[in-house]
C-alpha cells in the first residue's frame, strides 16, 4: 500500500475540518481528491505530509507508521498551487537545492537535474530565473523540483489551480503522461471535476470533512453513491418524484427527489407510453452541444443536452411540445438529501 489513512480527524476549535477519514492509496497510482473549497482537501494532504498534526488516526506511508514521522523523515514530494521556486535560483538551482542540501555527489546532481529538466521538457531553460518562466513552466519546474530526491510519494496541492484554463489543460495531459514514465504514489489535489476526471485512475470525493465516495471517474459519475456525489460531478436536473419522471414504483416516498443528467434524457416530437409531455422553453447553442431548456405540466423546469446531429434530427423549436423519457435516473430520498 502506498499510502494509508485510518480515522484521521483535524478540528480548528470546534470545527471538523477533516472528519474520520479513512483511505487506502495504491502504490504507484495517480489518486485526485476531489471536492468544493473548504471540504478538508488540503488539511488531509498536509497531514500525509507532515506539515500538520491529526487530533486522532494514524497516517502509514509505504508499510510503515509514518503518524509521528516529521516533515523531513516522511521525504514526501510536496507541490503547492503558488510557486514556491526560489526567486534568486536558477532553474538548475532549484531542481537541485534538496540534493546540495543532503550532500549528493556533485557529478550525480548535475546527471540528475539535466535527467529532470528532460522529463519535465524544460531542457534549455536551465539557466533562466523563475520570473523568466511562464506560470504553467514554473509548476512544471516546481514538480522537477519536488522529484529530484526520488521520494515515493508526491503530493500536489491543486497545481494548477492559478494557471488559465487553455494551460492547465495541456498540463494534465502532461501530469498523466509523467505519471506513467515515473509512477510515483501522487495524490492530485482539486476541485474542478474534470480535472480530477482527466486526470485520475482514481477519484477520493470530499464534502465536509469526510470522503462521501472512492472510485473510478466512470464508478463516480454512473454510480453516484450520495446525493453530493451526484450532484458535484456533473450536470443535474433534480425534480420532485410526483412529476411522472421515473414510473411510480421507483420512488418510495413522496418527498424523494428524482434525479436526471441532462444527457441522459430522450426526446420524442410524438407521444408514447411512459413518456412525459413537456414544452420546449428555451435552446441554448454551445457550439458541440445544444442545451434544451423544458417545461413541465406542473411548472418545473429541467435541461436536456443535446448533440448537434441529435438536434437536427429532432427539429426543435420554442414553444413545441415535446415528450422525453430518462434514460436514467437516481433517486434519493429527501431525508438522505439534509445529511
Ligand atoms: P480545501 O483544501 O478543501 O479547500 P481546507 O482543508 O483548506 O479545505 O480547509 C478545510 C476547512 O478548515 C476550511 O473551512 C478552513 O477554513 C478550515 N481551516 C483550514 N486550516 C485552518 C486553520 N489553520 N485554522 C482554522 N481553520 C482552518
Ligand atoms: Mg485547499
Same mark, same amino acid.
Given at each position: 500500500?502506498?499510502?494509508?489513512?485510518?480515522?484521521?480527524?483535524?478540528?480548528?476549535?470546534?470545527?471538523?475540518?477533516?472528519?474520520?477519514?479513512?483511505?487506502?492509496?495504491?502504490?504507484?497510482?495517480?489518486? *485526485?481528491?476531489?471536492?468544493?473549497?473548504?471540504?478538508?482537501?488540503?488539511?488531509?494532504?498536509?497531514?500525509? *505530509?507532515?506539515?500538520?498534526?491529526?487530533?486522532?488516526?494514524?497516517?502509514?506511508?509505504?508499510?510503515?507508521?509514518?503518524?509521528?514521522?516529521?516533515?523531513?523523515?516522511?521525504?514526501?514530494?510536496?507541490?503547492?498551487?503558488?510557486?514556491?521556486?526560489?526567486?534568486?535560483?536558477?532553474?538548475?538551482?532549484?531542481?537541485?537545492?534538496?540534493?546540495?542540501?543532503?550532500?549528493?555527489?556533485?557529478?550525480?546532481?548535475?546527471?540528475?537535474?539535466?535527467?529532470?529538466?528532460?522529463?519535465?521538457?524544460? =531542457?534549455?531553460?536551465?539557466?533562466?530565473?523563475?520570473?523568466?518562466?511562464?506560470?504553467?513552466?514554473?509548476?512544471?519546474?516546481?514538480?522537477?523540483?519536488?522529484?529530484?530526491?526520488?521520494?515515493?510519494? @508526491?503530493?500536489?496541492?491543486?497545481?494548477?489551480?492559478?494557471?488559465?484554463?487553455?494551460?492547465?489543460?495541456? @498540463?494534465?495531459?502532461?501530469?498523466?503522461?509523467?505519471?506513467?514514465?515515473?509512477?510515483?504514489?501522487?495524490?492530485?489535489?482539486?476541485?474542478?471535476?474534470?480535472?480530477?476526471?482527466?486526470?485520475?485512475?482514481?477519484?477520493?470525493?470530499?464534502?465536509?470533512?469526510?470522503?462521501?465516495?472512492?472510485?473510478?471517474? *466512470?464508478?463516480?459519475?454512473?454510480?453516484?453513491?450520495?446525493?453530493?456525489?451526484?450532484?458535484?460531478?456533473?450536470?443535474?436536473?433534480?425534480?420532485?418524484?410526483?412529476?411522472?419522471?421515473?414510473?411510480?414504483?421507483?420512488?418510495?416516498?413522496?418527498?424523494?427527489?428524482?434525479?436526471?443528467?441532462?444527457?441522459?434524457?430522450?426526446?420524442?416530437?410524438?407521444?408514447?407510453?411512459?413518456?412525459?409531455?413537456?414544452?420546449?422553453?428555451?435552446?441554448?447553442?454551445?457550439?458541440?452541444?445544444?442545451?434544451?431548456?423544458?417545461?413541465?405540466?406542473?411548472?418545473?423546469?429541467?435541461?436536456?443536452?443535446?448533440?448537434?446531429?441529435?438536434?437536427? =434530427?429532432?427539429?426543435?423549436?420554442?414553444?413545441?411540445?415535446?415528450?422525453?423519457?430518462?434514460?436514467?435516473?437516481?433517486?434519493?430520498?429527501?431525508?438522505?438529501?439534509?445529511?
Amino acid at each position: 500500500m502506498g499510502i494509508r489513512v485510518e480515522n484521521i480527524s483535524k478540528h480548528y476549535g470546534t470545527f471538523r475540518a477533516v472528519d474520520d477519514v479513512s483511505l487506502e492509496i495504491k502504490n504507484g497510482s495517480l489518486v *485526485a481528491l476531489l471536492g468544493p473549497s473548504g471540504s478538508g482537501k488540503s488539511t488531509l494532504l498536509r497531514m500525509i *505530509a507532515g506539515l500538520e498534526t491529526p487530533d486522532a488516526g494514524q497516517i502509514w506511508l509505504v508499510g510503515e507508521n509514518a503518524t509521528y514521522r516529521s516533515v523531513q523523515q516522511r521525504n514526501i514530494g510536496f507541490v503547492f498551487q503558488h510557486y514556491a521556486l526560489f526567486k534568486h535560483l536558477t532553474v538548475r538551482e532549484n531542481i537541485a537545492f534538496s540534493m546540495d542540501l543532503r550532500k549528493h555527489p556533485k557529478h550525480h546532481v548535475r546527471q540528475r537535474v539535466e535527467e529532470l529538466l528532460e522529463l519535465v521538457q524544460m =531542457q534549455g531553460f536551465g539557466d533562466r530565473y523563475p520570473s523568466q518562466l511562464s506560470g504553467g513552466q514554473r509548476q512544471r519546474v516546481a514538480l522537477a523540483r519536488s522529484l529530484a530526491v526520488q521520494p515515493p510519494i @508526491l503530493l500536489l496541492d491543486e497545481p494548477f489551480g492559478a494557471l488559465d484554463a487553455k494551460v492547465r489543460k495541456d @498540463l494534465r495531459v502532461w501530469l498523466r503522461n509523467l505519471h506513467s514514465e515515473v509512477h510515483v504514489t501522487t495524490v492530485f489535489v482539486t476541485h474542478d471535476q474534470e480535472e480530477a476526471m482527466e486526470v485520475a485512475d482514481e477519484i477520493v470525493v470530499m464534502n465536509q470533512g469526510r470522503v462521501e465516495q472512492v472510485g473510478s471517474p *466512470a464508478e463516480i459519475y454512473d454510480n453516484p453513491a450520495t446525493l453530493f456525489v451526484m450532484s458535484f460531478v456533473g450536470p443535474v436536473n433534480v425534480l420532485p418524484s410526483h412529476v411522472g419522471i421515473v414510473p411510480n414504483k421507483n420512488a418510495t416516498s413522496p418527498s424523494d427527489k428524482v434525479f436526471l443528467r441532462p444527457h441522459d434524457i430522450l426526446i420524442k416530437t410524438e407521444p408514447s407510453e411512459n413518456a412525459v409531455s413537456v414544452i420546449v422553453e428555451r435552446i441554448i447553442h454551445l457550439g458541440w452541444e445544444i442545451r434544451v431548456e423544458l417545461v413541465l405540466q406542473s411548472g418545473e423546469t429541467l435541461n436536456a443536452y443535446l448533440s448537434r446531429e441529435q438536434f437536427h =434530427q429532432l427539429q426543435l423549436r420554442k414553444g413545441q411540445r415535446v415528450y422525453i423519457q430518462p434514460k436514467q435516473t437516481k433517486v434519493f430520498s429527501a431525508a438522505y438529501a439534509l445529511r
